[in-house]
């Protein structure tokens, strides 16, 4: 089927029609025609909404996925399903699941399991065998098949020896090395970020300076690495995923500003709440890195504003009930939000242009990973995410096999419409 999509607005920095309201007649995958009262052609869908938006397609760079082994809370199915929801036409899969993907044979059932699906899926390759912190795994092979970026994913890379070799293993191939800062010696046991609120609690405290000599050490590592060699930011080698503190934001933004190729991401989640929000011990709260002080979300912010944090991505990680009805300090980690990244961002947007979020949605995450740019032209794929930035609506259940959302029966703002992936529509 063919579709038509009718008065659109078009947020594409990279478009000649950025700005501009128009027709879309999407044939055989590809975007045959924009303009204006374009006619239907018979057989062709229509599709048009009061305030309608489109952009190139979003994708979300950390989503764990938790199929194989743990299917019960999430599978590749579900997962598509919920990312579709929310208007991603990609996801980024860790690698953290059971087995690990680790070898080619994890990455293929993943890449086996995409196939039919209404979204494009990548998959990280770990690091490290097992994501145990010790052996190497073939990172050339896993990229000549198809690994988009390396990882240990939920585990951070805590041997500097480790990520200083993988650095110069990955730099004549041109591989992405992505780490979640964490020096997990200052945060065993912690529970929340560690500051006034955590001692009014009573609760074990996560340190930001575990997050921040992570961040410094790494960018030492890399620098050390190339020897003043330094590439285009727009290449970056070294990617920190789920900044938290503004010290991190610091630091990035000098590295950046020194030429060094590097770049970042913020969860959606530590846009919105800080850690002041945990004095209800909801345990959908419960994340990792934790929230930490308003003055760091605002920190956060200002990174979106100036172009020092790249993308914007859900960290989402399915948890079951028996995970997480629990008391607060024996409740698992994690926030489900692919169906919410969008609403949460426009619920407490801080005036940032849409153009600046779907870049971060979009653009300069598939830079990073090096995938095919998407731009709203003709003749080019049809890989699009349609919305409304100004309709509310009730977030009153997920097509994810978890509930941890803090989001379920909230009223947010921001909604997605759809989707086309090639000739797949979910609108």
């Known amino acids: 089927m063919n579709l038509l999509i009718r008065a659109a607005q078009i947020v594409d920095a990279t478009s000649a029609y950025d700005g501009q309201r128009c027709d879309l007649l999407i044939e055989n995958g590809l975007i045959r025609q924009i303009g204006t009262d374009i006619p239907a052609p018979d057989g062709t869908r229509v599709v048009e909404a009061d305030n309608l938006h489109v952009s190139p397609g979003w994708i979300d760079m950390r989503v764990l996925a938790q199929d194989p082994g743990f299917e019960h809370k999430e599978d590749l199915t579900s997962v598509c399903r919920t990312a579709t929801a929310g208007g ?6 860790l690698p953290n699941t059971q087995p690990v993907v680790d070898a080619k044979g994890p990455l293929g059932y993943v890449q086996r399991m995409s196939t039919g699906q209404p979204i494009r899926i990548h998959a990280m390759a770990a690091i490290t065998k097992g994501a145990a912190g010790v052996d190497f795994t073939d990172m050339i092979d896993l990229h000549h098949a198809g690994a988009v970026a390396f990882s240990d994913g939920t585990h951070p890379l805590q041997n500097p020896d480790l990520l200083l070799k993988t650095l110069q293993y990955l730099q004549p191939i041109g591989g992405l090395l992505i780490n979640q800062p964490e020096e997990t010696t200052l945060t065993h046991y912690g529970q929340m970020h560690e500051g006034v609120q955590s001692t009014l609690l009573g609760m074990k405290g996560i340190p930001a300076l575990a997050e921040e000599i992570m961040v410094e050490r790494d960018l030492r590592l890399l620098a050390y690495v190339l020897e003043g060699d330094t590439q285009s930011t727009d290449a970056p080698m070294l990617h920190f995923s789920t900044l938290s503190s503004a010290r991190s934001v610091d630091l990035i933004r000098q590295a950046k500003t020194q030429g060094l190729p590097v770049s970042c991401d913020v969860a959606v989640h530590q846009l919105v709440f800080n850690d002041t929000a945990l004095a209800s011990f909801d345990t959908n709260l419960k994340v990792r890195p934790p929230f930490r002080s308003a003055a760091d979300v605002d920190a956060l912010w200002a990174g979106l504003a100036d172009g020092t944090i790249d993308a914007i991505v859900s960290d989402h990680t ?9 008391e607060f300090d024996m409740a698992e980690f994690g926030i489900i939000g692919l169906e919410t990244v969008f609403a949460a961002l426009m619920t407490h947007n801080r005036a940032l242009p849409l153009s600046v979020l779907v ?10 990973l090096r995938l095919p740019a998407l731009r709203l032209a003709e003749g080019e794929p049809a ?14 259940k997920t097509l994810s096999k978890s509930h941890n959302s803090p989001f379920l029966g909230k009223t947010l703002t921001g909604r997605v419409l759809g989707t086309v992936v090639g000739g797949y529509f979910s609108l």
């Open 88 to 93: 991603f036409t990609d996801i980024v899969l």
């Open 383 to 396: 890989m699009l995410t349609l919305f409304d930035p100004t309709q509310s609506w009730t977030y009153d």
């Open 359 to 368: 870049d971060r949605l979009s653009t300069r995450p598939r830079q990073i």
């Open 318 to 326: 399915p948890q079951d009930a028996e995970s997480k009805n629990l």
